[in-house]
């Protein structure tokens, strides 16, 4: 049990209400595997996931169908839900399926997210290989729904996947994965952070609100750039499934940037911000004594 002790504007203290920070996750549990919790969990992400796909790579087919000159030749630019459109999909339902899955899996529903949260001991290696794995399935899923409903137009609109904007160098492209994941996981970490939520409590967060305007806004930013991947499996699905030589030329980038940036989040968020909180917390008591 800690508790934390910080500067009150005016210069005095106050005293935040205590919490507990969850015990490291073992690195390797073999008794994790007999339980069912286990496996809810990994179902649960792999649902998650296929929805998440189907309603997103959906929405941006029906975009570029509607927003055809050679089909709507009339006000073809202001047709479909635009980039804005595309950005609040994929935002609202990162809301929506955190917010039903997080009592189950935590609701990480992208590898970069569970990578991160391994990383900073959160979660144990073998119930993120398999979150990973039931994520990248669920992606494949997802985006095979939506080419079997859509088929007339699933190709010809590019299938939903993710590609490098030719004015844009693969340098540029990295790096706005990169950045963009770090937002984004970074927002799940302090969105997340048990003392956080014990300092706060008098101010009600809903953590899935946040983390849904982190994927949106960084939708919004790289769009032009990349598509936005800054989720391995999302990238992933829409490339098994359309399986066109222009979606895995730069593929890479939609896993070495997620997971560069879910790296320094993790990283950031644990050794920097709470390690000077608690740093701060401690000669802040240390002195009052």
């Not at 809301?95 to 949260?117: D, E, Q, R």
Request: proline residues 5%.
């Amino acid at each position: 049990m800690a508790k934390d002790v910080e500067a009150a504007p005016g210069g005095g203290e106050y005293t935040a209400k205590d919490y507990s920070d969850p015990p490291p996750a073992p690195l390797f549990d073999a008794e994790e595997l007999t339980k069912w919790s286990l496996y809810r969990a990994v179902i649960a992400e792999f649902v998650a996931t296929l929805l998440f796909l189907y309603i997103t790579v959906a929405t941006v087919i029906g975009y570029k169908h509607q927003s055809d000159p050679t089909v709507n030749t009339t006000d073809a630019a202001c047709s479909g839900v635009g980039i804005l459109g595309i950005a609040w999909a994929f935002g609202g339902m990162i809301f929506v399926l955190v917010y039903c899955t997080a009592g189950v899996s935590g609701g990480h529903i992208n590898p970069a997210v569970t990578f991160g949260l391994f990383l900073a001991r959160k979660v144990s290696l073998v119930r993120a290989v398999l979150y990973m794995v039931a994520q990248c399935l669920g992606a494949i899923c997802g985006v095979g729904l939506v080419k079997g409903f859509q088929s007339a137009f699933y190709v010809r609109y590019g299938g939903g996947a993710n590609e490098l904007s030719s004015r844009y160098t693969k340098g540029t492209g990295l790096a706005a994965e990169i950045i963009g994941t770090f937002v984004l996981v970074y927002t799940v970490f302090s969105a997340t952070d048990p003392k956080r939520s014990a300092r706060d409590s008098h101010v009600p967060v809903l953590a899935p609100l946040p983390i849904g305007f982190a994927v949106f806004m960084v939708h919004l930013a790289t769009i032009p750039i990349t598509g936005t991947g800054i989720n391995p499996a999302r990238s992933l699905g829409a490339a098994v499934i359309y399986n066109n030589e222009k979606a895995w030329d730069d593929h890479w980038i939609f896993w070495v940037g997620p997971f560069i940036g879910a790296a320094i989040a993790a990283a950031y968020h644990q050794y920097v911000l709470r390690a000077s909180a608690t740093k701060l917390g401690s000669s802040a008591s240390f002195s009052r004594n």
